[in-house]
């Protein structure tokens, strides 16, 4: 299953955006889904990661701001960002399966980037 993400743009500070990532199968048998983000200079970072079940971890810098959600019949998943700051200004990655050891996350299904930009 191949991942692209969509969605980004250039947005002002307290603004929103939706970012998209569509599949090109079934999103159905990916157990935990994610969004990661990577800004110029920094390692890429988890943003929201949601389970099959419904739970859900976000990054503290953007828990009350970002919802991840998906749907499986569109077989897309979405990020919706509110109240977005200039610091969240990066390349946003959606990812099927993700798993963390040796410091990172690492996937067989990452979605070529995304580019939010948040302008003050």
């Known amino acids: 299953v191949q991942l692209q993400a969509s969605g980004g743009g250039l947005v002002q500070a307290g603004g929103s955006l939706r970012l998209s990532c569509a599949a090109s199968?079934?999103?159905?048998?990916?157990?935990?889904m994610g969004w990661f983000r990577q800004a110029p200079g920094k390692q890429r970072e988890l943003v929201a990661l949601?389970?099959?079940?419904?739970?859900?971890d976000y990054e503290d810098s953007v828990k009350g701001r970002f919802t991840i959600s998906r749907d499986n019949v569109k077989n897309t998943m979405y990020l919706q960002m509110n109240s977005l700051k200039p610091e969240d200004t990066a390349v946003y990655y959606c990812?099927?399966?993700?798993?963390?050891?040796?410091?990172?996350?690492?996937?067989?299904?990452w979605g070529q980037g995304t580019l939010v930009t948040v302008s003050s």
């Open positions: 949601l389970r099959n079940g419904g739970d859900t």
């Open positions: 199968g079934s999103i159905s048998g990916f157990n935990v």
């Open positions: 990812a099927g399966d993700p798993v963390y050891y040796a410091g990172t996350y690492h996937s067989d299904h």
